[in-house]
């Protein structure tokens, strides 16, 4: 069970922090990732990691801006948001998979809730 956190109301330049706590112990292999969804449009890949190695993954639109990291003792996966833009308002969503390719959804077996992230302009 995934567990995000850490949304809200921000101005454009602002930054957040999401967080993103797994109840079990994620072991090697399994990759965790950022996913979200505006209104109207389809879910989109943001950042991923590896649980092992921490390897990064981003999409163009947050590369260099977003940041995807994990704490293993935690069991969490923080994605740092600065300079955000109005674009960057949707929901926000943690999920790990363990197989397929990492940029696609339909790969992700376990999926958190969602936490609303709106910039303003």
């Known amino acids: 069970q995934l567990q995000a956190s850490g949304g809200g109301l921000v101005e454009a330049g602002g930054s957040l922090r999401l967080s993103c706590a797994a109840s079990?112990?994620?072991?090697?292999?399994?990759?965790a990732g950022w996913f979200r969804q505006a209104p109207g449009k389809e879910r989109e890949f943001v950042a991923a990691?590896?649980?092992?190695?921490?390897?990064?993954y981003y999409a163009d639109s947050v590369m260099g801006r977003f940041t995807i990291s994990r704490d293993s003792a935690k069991n969490t996966v923080y994605l740092q948001m600065n300079s955000l833009k109005p674009e960057d308002t949707a929901v926000y969503y943690c999920?790990?998979?363990?197989?397929?390719?990492?940029?696609?959804?339909?790969?992700?077996?376990?999926w958190g809730q969602g936490t609303q992230v709106t910039v303003s302009s």
């Open positions: 999920a790990v998979k363990n197989s397929g390719s990492l940029y696609l959804v339909t790969s992700y077996a376990y």
């Open positions: 079990g112990r994620l072991s090697s292999g399994y990759i």
């Open positions: 990691i590896t649980w092992t190695g921490g390897s990064t």
